[in-house]
């Protein structure tokens, strides 16, 4: 089993390589073969549904960037939080590119196995990018209190 150190290194290589170079065999280098995801955007199992769901983002934001990570590692499991800024260039969850820039934060929960990502949990605050795509508008700070 790697360490806590290796598995931090690992998963910030992987991260580089998906978001910064659009490599997508990062995910065949570090996501495990039976790799499952509860995220609603990933269509199914295994890699080909990961690799489409990376796509999918390229697509939409391809400047997609995690700015700000932090990582524990504890036994089996990785947890990431991030925060992460792009540019709305393509279609992006069925908007049409606006050019804005777009930031969100995660919660990813990996389970580890044999040094891969196998399963994986997330929570995506995604309320500033709504903002941003014009889905949703932002009232005063002070709405609704007296």
Do not use: C
């Not at 890699?47 to 995690?66: E, I, N, S, W």
């Not at 196995?113 to 309320?127: A, K, Q, S």
């Amino acid at each position: 089993m790697k360490t806590a150190d290796e598995m931090k290194h690992r998963f910030l290589d992987f991260r580089r390589r998906l978001y910064a170079e659009h490599d997508l065999t990062a995910v065949d280098a570090y996501i495990h073969p039976d790799f499952s995801s509860h995220n609603p955007l990933v269509s199914g199992p295994g890699r080909a549904a990961y690799k489409a769901f990376v796509q999918m983002l390229h697509q939409g934001v391809p400047d997609l960037t995690p700015v700000a990570q932090h990582l524990i590692v504890e036994g089996s499991w990785l947890m990431a939080m991030t925060d992460w800024v792009g540019t709305h260039r393509g279609t992006f969850l069925g908007a049409p590119a606006s050019g804005a820039v777009l930031s969100f934060k995660t919660a990813d929960r990996y389970e580890l196995r044999d040094g891969m990502l196998f399963e994986h949990w997330d929570v995506v605050d995604r309320l500033d990018a709504m903002v941003g795509l014009g889905l949703l508008h932002q009232g005063p700070a002070d709405s609704g209190r007296d």
